[in-house]
């Protein structure tokens, strides 16, 4: 019982100050306003729990929500631009920081690479009947 307690203690959905900096890191907000010491303290008590920073949590989801628009249906609709914007980028340089940070490759390298594995996977898994 002891352990189970000090377990649920440490853990991060439990905790609510972490909790609200995940939801803002989410939502690509900033975390509630705190003095210093809080902020500190919080930030150590976040990395703790969750495993990186908060700042590194809200590029993680911002550039998840590129990545599904990349991958996703209405990639060719909506530019580049836009579903940046949409994002939470503020410019392409920093959409592209975020695709050679998480990806090691830049936007258009994946896109080219995105098109070769397609290309592939089509010509090998495609036979008409004759």
């Known amino acids: 019982a002891w352990l189970e307690e000090q377990r649920r203690a440490g853990d991060w959905r439990i905790d609510p100050a972490v909790r609200a900096q995940v939801a803002a890191a989410e939502d690509d907000l900033e975390g509630p306003s705190l003095n210093s010491a809080e902020r500190r303290a919080l930030q150590r008590r976040f990395r703790d729990r969750v495993g990186v920073a908060p700042r590194t949590l809200r590029s993680v989801f911002r550039f998840r929500r590129i990545f599904d628009h990349a991958m996703g249906q209405d990639a060719d609709a909506t530019s580049w631009l836009e579903a940046g914007l949409a994002a939470g980028y503020f410019d392409q340089p920093q959409m592209a920081r975020d695709f050679r940070r998480f990806l090691g490759c830049t936007a258009t390298a994946w896109a080219r690479e995105q098109v ?13 009947a004759p």
């Open 116 to 128: 070769e594995l397609a290309r592939r996977l089509a010509s090998h898994s495609y036979k008409p």
